[in-house]
């Protein structure tokens, strides 16, 4: 695909845009916005990519990973305002899965320490932990709002942090997992992942590239479990004080 292929591409922008302006949906800043991002984001995505894969060093390859995982954080701190110290606990969360991730595929000779097979592998582990930890946050953060009273009531009766917000942790973690789980469900069926889909058009056999999108849906399975346990486990005794009196979500 070249840059002409690229700019006729564009039709598939003008379409939506059109649709927004016709039935006033007040959507055509936000998708102008958006398409310009992708373009410019993944142009500069590009470009270093390619740097760091003619110079194939392992320093670009692990700076790249960190910039991912600080760009993802970052997205998922906006959300998780209220918990404290979500911050580090989101970092430390992506650090850890893409770490333990990458160490058994790479203990098990399943991927070579190359960038054109680490740092792909690594994009799609680190955004499906953003969003799955996005879930968790958005989800955990409403559950304690709608069960401070309940809360309160268990540490009353003597009960500990962890019994008090049980409920609420478990209703997260289900919630922040169910898509990834749903999704599988129908993979192959409903649709042709991206992943297998780019090595077929890419040229690959057709069982090779189901091979490599099986490792990535049963790491990306993982990831959810991973990721979601993690930031709920983390995060729950940040709203307890040392006297274990639930101090609750920080004020906006």
């Known amino acids: 695909m070249g840059f ?64 991912m995982i600080g760009a993802a954080s970052q997205n998922v701190i906006k959300k998780g305002t209220l918990i404290p110290g979500i911050k580090w606990i989101i970092i430390l969360t992506l650090t850890a899965v893409e770490a333990v991730s990458m160490s058994i595929m ?18 799609m582990i680190i955004g499906n932990c953003m969003v799955l930890s996005l879930l968790f946050v958005s989800k955990f953060t409403d559950e304690l709002e709608n069960s401070e009273e309940m809360i309160e009531l268990i540490l009353s009766f003597g009960g500990q942090p962890k019994d008090a917000v049980s409920r609420s942790l478990k209703s997260a973690i289900q919630t922040s997992m169910i898509p990834t789980i749903e999704s599988q469900k129908t993979i192959g069926l409903v649709q042709l ?23 990535i849906l049963f790491l990306i399975l993982t990831n959810a479990t991973a990721a979601s346990v993690m930031v709920g486990f983390l995060s729950y005794p940040k709203l307890f004080n040392r006297r274990m009196q639930y101090t609750g979500l920080k004020n906006e």
């Not at 993944?42 to 790249?64: A, N, P, R």
């Open 4 to 67: 002409q292929e690229l700019l006729l591409s564009g039709v598939f922008v003008i379409i939506p845009l059109a649709i927004a302006v016709v039935l006033k949906l007040w959507l055509t800043k936000d998708i102008v916005i958006a398409s310009v991002r992708s373009i410019v984001q993944l142009l500069i995505v590009g470009v270093i990519l390619t740097f760091v894969f003619d110079s194939d060093s392992s320093i670009y390859m692990i700076l790249m990973i960190l910039v």
């Open 106 to 123: 790479l203990l098990f000779g399943i991927l070579d320490f190359e960038p054109e097979q680490i740092i792909p592998i690594s994009g």
């Open 193 to 215: 992942p991206g992943m297998m889909s780019g090595l077929i058009i890419g040229g690959a056999p057709p069982m090779e590239a189901v091979m490599y999108q099986l490792l």
